[in-house]
């Protein structure tokens, strides 16, 4: 099963059990959630993809049918967890566009949206609290929001400073952005299993793919294609935030192309202007490569933890290929695979149907 199969089949496991936690909320908020997951739009957009949970279905194992059904509450909270933080996101950066349709808080007022955040956080903590696993889920779900807040706090806090370092802006990034891929697989491994080891290792796997998933994203908003959000391109920069790739560039420019670049960044959070101008000294920088030798060494790190935190051979090859394809690798998702087998704890003989990817099962 290729990315884009293994994305439908987690929509279509996803599914109804998210609706069925939505329709927990009562109205306007539930008609709120529905309008942010577009459930209920008739233009065409496709909904959400909730692409986080396919690890989370992951650390269940490799087969949709026999195996999901245990770590689908843990899918389903940890999605209702990451978009009550999406919400606020919107409000929080102003913007007016996510999947390509209008944020909740340009249609129904942002003290509404806000509401609306706060019951999807506490609806995901609900679910985990109706699990075997919830003493820990919570624990882990409660960590996890937490440093998810602190790195917005973070972010928000930098965006009239001029003095944020490259590294300042990585643990930025690791606490808003990489904590949210961790959340999904830690609550994906608990549902199946808690031993400790096994929980180091997810987390470990989240943290890294979780930066190499952020700090792509940074580089596809510029030079890529920054659809995973359906959001309007170039947001960050037109909000002056002090990414690693803004902060990579000012640690390599000197004093006077760093102050140009400031210079720059502020005129095009005002009228959108010099924005060629901007992208051309970032990339003359070398911050784009520096960016990219790091997404590499996360990729690397997930790697080398993946056959600790996922147990099934095809589920852990189907991971792999998950976080390859995220990257736009795909050409390189089968010879990382095959890379990767040398640290497998499991080999699988030639000819098992299991060393081919994830088993689609009947449908």
Avoid at 4 to 12: C, G, K, Q, S
Avoid at 35 to 64: E, M, N, T
Avoid at 279 to 298: F, K, M, N, P, V
Wanted: net charge negative.
């Amino acid at each position: 099963m290729n990315a884009p199969e293994l994305t439908r089949a987690v929509t279509d496991a996803l599914d109804l059990p998210l609706r069925a936690a939505v329709d927990r909320l009562e109205d306007p908020l539930r008609e709120m959630a529905r309008h942010h997951f577009g459930w209920d739009d008739s233009s065409g957009v496709p909904p959400s993809r909730h692409k986080g949970a396919i690890l989370a279905y992951l650390c269940a194992g490799s087969d949709p049918e026999r195996e999901w059904v245990r770590a689908t509450t843990a899918a389903v909270a940890a999605t209702v967890l990451l978009h009550g933080f999406l919400i606020h996101d919107d409000i929080i950066d102003n913007d007016r566009v996510r999947r390509f349709r209008p944020t909740c808080w340009t249609v129904y007022g942002k003290s509404a949206a806000i509401e609306l955040g706060a019951a999807m956080e506490a609806l995901a903590f609900e679910l985990i609290a109706e699990t075997d696993w919830a003493a820990k889920g919570v624990a882990a779900a409660a960590r996890c929001a937490r440093r998810m807040a602190a790195g917005q706090t973070m972010d928000i806090a930098h965006e009239d400073r001029d003095d944020i370092t490259l590294e300042l802006a990585l643990e930025t990034c690791r606490r808003k952005d990489a904590t949210c891929t961790e959340l999904f697989l830690l609550l994906g491994t608990l549902a199946v299993s808690d031993d400790p080891d096994r929980l180091t290792a997810a987390a470990e796997v989240g943290r890294s793919a979780g930066m190499a998933f952020s700090l792509n994203g940074f580089l596809d908003e510029i030079w890529g294609s920054p659809d995973h959000h359906g959001k309007l391109t170039l947001s960050d920069l037109r909000q002056r935030k002090k990414t690693p790739l803004i902060t990579a560039a000012l640690e390599r420019l000197g004093q006077r192309e760093g102050l140009r670049l400031l210079g720059l960044l502020d005129a095009y959070s005002r009228d959108d202007s010099g924005a060629q101008q901007l992208i051309a000294l970032l990339d003359s920088s070398g911050a784009r490569q520096h960016l990219t030798e790091l997404i590499d060494g996360y990729t690397a790190e997930a790697a080398h933890a993946l056959p600790a935190a996922l147990t099934d051979p095809a589920a852990r090859h189907a991971a792999h290929d998950y976080i390859q394809s995220r990257l736009g690798r795909r050409d390189a998702a089968a010879a990382g695979a095959a890379g990767m087998a040398a640290q497998q704890p499991h080999r699988t003989a030639p000819g098992d149907p299991a060393a081919a990817g994830v088993r689609k099962g009947p449908r």
